[in-house]
Each structure stands twice: as C-alpha cells, then as structure tokens.
C-alpha cells in the first residue's frame, strides 16, 4: 500500500514530530522546511498529501502560505497547524483559511498521527467537519475560553462527541471523559479538571451576557456557571439546530 505523503513545515532543531514521521511505516515523508517561500515551491513541486505546518515561518507566514498556494491554483494538501501561539483568533483564522486541525504545542508525535489518520479517513465529511470545528471554536471565543489551555481542545472534542452521539452526554464519566482522555494520551481526571478549569477562566473574564446572547435565552447569570455537561450539551444542542 503507498504510503501518505506528509510535509513539515517547522523548525527542525526541536522537532521531534519531524524525526518521528521520517521513520513512519504509514507517512513518508517528502520533505521539511522553516521558510514559507520554500514550503510554497516545495508543496507545489512535491505535492504533498499533508502539510503539518507551524504558523510562524521565515519569509511567509503560515496563513501567507496557504493564501499563495491557493493563488497559485495548487491542489491544497490536508492541513494541520501545529504552533505555539494560541490565541484563539489563529484557530478560527487557521480553520477559514481551510485548516483541517489547530493544535497548541507541545504536542506529541502520537497524538498529531492520530488526528492526521482521523481527518483522512473522513474522507468527503471533512468540510462539514471543519465547519463545525469553527463553529464551537467562535462560540468558545465569543464566551471567554482562551485556546492555549488544554480544557479548550477537550471541550471541542466533547462538543463534537456529543454532536455525532448526543446520548453520550448521559455517560459523561463512564464513557466521555475516557474517550477524549484516550485521544489526548492523558486521564479522565485531567480531562474534567481542563474543563472546569476552562469554564471557570470564561466566567471570570465576564463575558456571561455573550453566551445569554448566542442561544437567545437568558440562562447564565454571573454567579452560577455551568457544570461541564451542561455547557457541552448546551453547545452540541445549538450545532445540531443550526445543521
């Protein structure tokens, strides 16, 4: 079977997911690079299935590089963002700009090939896929939740869990939290804790009219926050009646 072809767009010194993917039995690797002119040329003349690509780059940008291979009229590869910077508007501007995946460093080489083979093996699902990952991502902006903390990228997940099988949300310690722990290779009691953590932090920044604003109803006041169910079934709710 012929492998996938991956490029990889970060710097090489302290790139352990570069040395991973180099001896990679499902990935092969066709090339890497720092500098965005480079990534550009190189994409275009290797054409590469995925392109794992830090938004920081010599010469262009991230963004900047995906803005001149679609000018150029080349067939865009899958692409993951993978970047220390973590403000949530390099999320939401990574999944306009027709990003697959966003995720905030460090992250381990394990985890970013589980996502890859998730997203490919989507196959034609994947536009709605990433127009519902910049849904939620819009509405944790909107409500407060930074993107550089670990309960923003499980929330998302169970957001999203919830959506694809709602009745989930009534085995959240059985079955939810042990899902998502699973894919972030850590435990369900981390996994809980970044999400209450990441509520917590929203409500602090006092953003609470916001969420009262999204859904219309006034359901939040500021001295009672949701418990971590509540928010992700509150969310799923909203994604499944704008489908």
Do not use: C
Not at 140 to 156: E, N
């Amino acid at each position: 079977m012929e492998k996938t072809k991956i490029y990889i767009a970060d710097a090489t010194e302290e790139n352990n997911i570069l040395e991973y993917f180099k001896s990679s039995e499902q990935f092969n690797l066709v090339g890497s690079s720092f500098d965005g002119q480079k990534v550009v040329e190189e994409v275009l003349q290797l054409k590469p299935d995925v392109l794992v690509m830090e938004v920081m780059l010599a010469s262009l940008d991230g963004f900047a590089v995906l803005d001149k291979i679609k000018e150029l009229g080349a067939e865009m590869p899958k692409v993951f963002f993978v970047s220390n910077l973590s403000h949530s508007g390099f999320v939401t501007k990574a999944m306009q700009s027709g990003a697959s995946y966003f995720m905030v460093k460090p992250v381990s080489p394990q985890n970013l090939e589980s996502r890859i083979l998730e997203v490919l093996s989507s196959g034609h699902g994947q536009s709605e896929n990433r127009q519902l990952d910049e849904k939620i991502s819009n509405i944790f902006i909107s409500i407060g939740i930074p993107a550089h903390i670990k309960g923003y990228q499980f929330l998302r997940e169970a957001v999203k869990l919830a959506v694809e099988e709602p009745e989930i949300i009534s085995s959240i310690t059985k079955k939810l939290y042990p899902t998502i722990a699973e894919r972030f290779e850590t435990s369900s009691s981390k996994v809980e804790r970044g999400m209450r953590h990441a509520i917590e932090v929203a409500w602090n920044r006092g953003k609470i009219e916001n969420i009262n604003n999204i859904f219309g109803l006034k359901i939040y006041n500021r001295n009672e926050k949701p418990t971590n169910g509540e928010l992700i079934a509150l969310i799923a709710d909203k994604m499944l009646m704008d489908v």
